[in-house]
């Protein structure tokens, strides 16, 4: 079964940081790209960064850039997100994803999608 | 950035009925558009991708449509499991790859 689970979550002082974990399973996970979304409470999900499959590539946020930080252990089948200089805002559930590539029928690029989905993982910044 | 937008952002709706949801880009995305459901509590869960294909173990009531701009997510027959919160995805365009604010269908 294709799985991924996140932990590390938590509550943390505004200014505080988290390392959030995803363990992958049920697939090989050094052959697929990864994201993590996040979803505050009561509101939509945000796309929040992106890592290649060998972690040469990453991509942010705006509103995360330059305090949080992705990576990868392919030897591990772990995804990570290190979450530094936390905010009020930042209060979400975390969740990773896989992104999968679909075949390119019409031209215009492979179709990318987000399945599955971890069961989330929450962080919470409160004084 | 590609903004997505949807509507209605809350839909009441009885079972057995037949419900449309829209979004739509800000710049045409081709069909690169993808729909999730997402229960109350849980992780959001793969409908549609690239417009029109229905993920594997999907009901065929959910049936996904258009290109370029101007997308539809439809559901024929509601049924109690299908009141849920729904939002599109457009992948044609990253960073970011941006989500619509979500439509919750409700029970009427």
């Known amino acids: 079964e294709v799985q991924l689970v996140e932990s590390g979550g938590g509550l943390v002082q505004p200014g505080g940081s988290l390392r959030l974990s995803c363990a992958a399973s049920g697939f090989s996970f050094r052959t697929y790209d990864m994201n993590w979304v996040r979803q505050a409470p009561g509101k939509g999900l945000e796309w929040v960064s992106y890592i290649s499959t060998n972690g040469d590539t990453m991509y942010y946020a705006d509103s995360v850039k330059g305090r949080f930080s992705i990576s990868r252990d392919n030897a591990k089948n772990s995804l990570y997100l290190q979450v530094n200089s936390l905010r009020a805002e930042d209060t979400a559930v975390y969740y990773c994803?896989?992104?999968?590539?679909?075949?390119?029928?019409?031209?215009?690029?492979?179709?990318?999608?987000?399945?599955?989905w971890g069961q989330g993982t929450l962080v919470t910044v409160s004084s | 950035d590609i903004q997505m937008t949807q509507s209605p952002s809350a839909l009441p709706a009885s079972v057995g009925d037949t419900v449309t949801i829209s979004c739509r880009a800000s710049?045409?995305?081709?069909?690169?558009l993808n729909w999730y459901q997402q229960k109350s509590g849980k992780a959001p869960n793969l409908l549609v991708y690239a417009a029109s294909s229905l993920q594997s173990g999907v009901s065929s009531r959910f049936r996904g449509r258009g290109s370029g701009t101007d997308f539809t997510l439809t559901i024929s027959s509601l049924q109690p499991e299908d009141f849920a919160t729904y939002y599109c995805q457009q992948t044609y365009s990253a960073p970011p790859l941006t989500f619509g604010g979500g439509t919750k269908v409700e029970i009427k």
């Open positions: 994803a896989r992104e999968v590539h679909g075949p390119d029928y019409y031209g215009s690029g492979p179709p990318k999608y987000f399945d599955p």
């Open positions: 710049q045409s995305i081709s069909n690169h």
